[in-house]
């Protein structure tokens, strides 16, 4: 009887610990933790992840931080999944994070990207077409190169340029500042015909409202053509096995960001309310999203999304 109440108390023991670590598991996957580094493609992306989870029953955080801030968090694991990883641009960061193992990536969600300096029509049609064209042209673009946020991999990449003289372009200044700031001073630029270059991207709805082209001869730094992929802090796969398929699911086109992109500009929408409009629209694209996930109840995925379009 002895034995036998030992090994009762030992299983109930054994079990009380695993309902414990269930129970701690589940509070770690509840809140899915993002990040937006104020890009308006990621607060598309994230505004579909949004959606996907909060229909499937899971809490979602999205904080605005900068690029090195958000690579930090993962390696920490103060954030779970940054859907952002733009290559070749961020280069660096992979090679600090991702190929020392501190953070994981997870799959690629876009492909076809395009990232570097660019000009407005009419500059190049005055035969800036190329980084080594800059220089013959100094004055009239004085000595300016606008870029994005402070610490992103592409005004990094801007800064060695300038750091190293490459293109004769020691003695410019890079000039950084918000997304929303750079274009604003594109426009001003281009509505007095004023010279002016300036990081630009696809997708992003500025291909559509400006009449602009991409320099080459960057390719070093930006590549010709890239690809942006989804990663996970580790060991988010193996604790939150649901939402991380999920995540590793999720893949998306150029025309399906600048689309939901656009809807925010042109209707003066929100990211949330112009992704689901969106989906809403394309139900087609939720089946391969879906695949192999259920609700964090274990529920239905493809139901549950449904219900809350």
Known sequence: MQKFSTAVI???????????????????????????????????TNAITRLLLESLGYQVKIDSLAVPIIYGGLKDGRVDAFLGNWMPAQQGFHDKFIATGDVKQLSRN???????????DYVWNAGIKDFADLQKHAEQFDKKLYGIG???????SLKEIIDKNEFNLGQWKLIESSEQAMLAQVDRAVKKNQFITFLGWTPHPMNVKLKMHYLTGGEKWFGSKGEVFTLVRNGYPQACPNAAKLLGNLAFTLDMENA??????????????????????HPQVLEAWLAGVSSK???DALE???AKL
């Open 10 to 44: 030992a299983l109930a023991l054994g079990l009380s610990i695993l309902t414990a670590q269930a129970a701690d598991s589940d509070t770690q996957c509840s809140t899915v933790k993002l990040a937006d580094p104020g890009w308006s493609d990621i607060a598309s």
């Open 110 to 120: 876009l492909e076809g990207t395009q990232f570097t300096l660019a000009v407005p």
């Open 150 to 156: 402070s610490g992103a991999p592409a005004n990094l």
């Open 260 to 281: 939901i992109m656009a809807e925010v500009v042109d209707k003066k929408v929100s990211f949330d309310q112009a992704a689901k409009a969106w989906v809403k629209a």
């Open 297 to 299: 109840a274990g529920g």
């Open 304 to 306: 549950a999304v449904k």
